[in-house]
Nanobody
Framework: QVELVESGGGLVQAGGSLRLSCAASGRTFSVYNMGWFRQAPGKEREFVSAIIWSGGSTVYADSVKGRFTISRDNAKNTVYLQMNSLKPEDTAVYYC???????????????????WGQGTQVTVSS
């Protein structure tokens, strides 16, 4: 069992930055792929970014590529999402997720993840 707690959300003006953190319980954090998803009001949850268990590979949605950076610190059981050049359309609840790696797993899909955090609100004003 893994418990995930997100933090770092808030209100920021367009063009600003935020850094989200996701702290995981347990001693097996390093074996999980980690992902960030977001859900805006009235919309489906969508993939934002993922980092594989070793930290050697990252994936981004086209909408955030070049603006967001995912990273992880396995010693601290924490995954981060640095968000720069924020836009109003980035406004959403951001969720952290942990998934057990498997062959051909598609880290862009929510079904690749076994555990989810409660989410943190990010609001970008224009």
């Amino acid at each position: 069992q893994v418990e995930l707690v997100e933090s770092g959300g808030g209100l920021v003006q367009a063009g600003g930055s935020l850094r989200l953190s996701c702290a995981a319980s347990g001693r097996t954090f390093s074996v999980y792929n980690m992902g960030w998803f977001r859900q805006a009001p009235g919309k489906e949850r969508e993939f934002v970014s993922a980092i594989i268990w070793s930290g050697g590979s990252t994936v981004y949605a086209d909408s955030v590529k070049g603006r967001f950076t995912i990273s992880r610190d396995n010693a601290k059981n924490t995954v981060y999402l640095q968000m720069n050049s924020l836009k109003p359309e980035d406004t959403a609840v951001y969720y952290c997720a942990a998934g057990v790696p498997s062959l051909n797993v598609e880290v862009r899909k929510s079904y690749a993840y076994n555990y989810w955090g409660q989410g943190t609100q990010v609001t970008v004003s224009s």
